[in-house]
């Protein structure tokens, strides 16, 4: 069973790359995780002008999810 490096959760299938947010090539993050803050990391890389909007939409997003 492999778990998500990002929240530790079960992931089915093969998993996804979490860089920028984890460097180690073994470590796999779920579809959750990917979609959420893998996907916005990278987006910070490519347009570092837009960090602050999109660590607002990450904060929301979580609140969401705590709800």
């Not at 860089?19 to 916005?40: G, S």
């Not at 602050?52 to 997003?61: G, W």
């Amino acid at each position: 069973m492999v778990k998500c490096c990002i929240c530790g959760e079960k992931i089915e299938g093969y998993g996804n790359n979490p860089f920028p947010l984890e460097i180690n090539p073994e470590k796999r993050c779920c579809d959750n995780c990917n979609d959420t803050y893998v996907l916005a990391a990278r987006l910070m890389l490519i347009k570092p002008e837009e960090a602050d909007r999109i660590k607002k939409l990450i904060e929301a997003v979580r609140e969401i999810d705590t709800k």
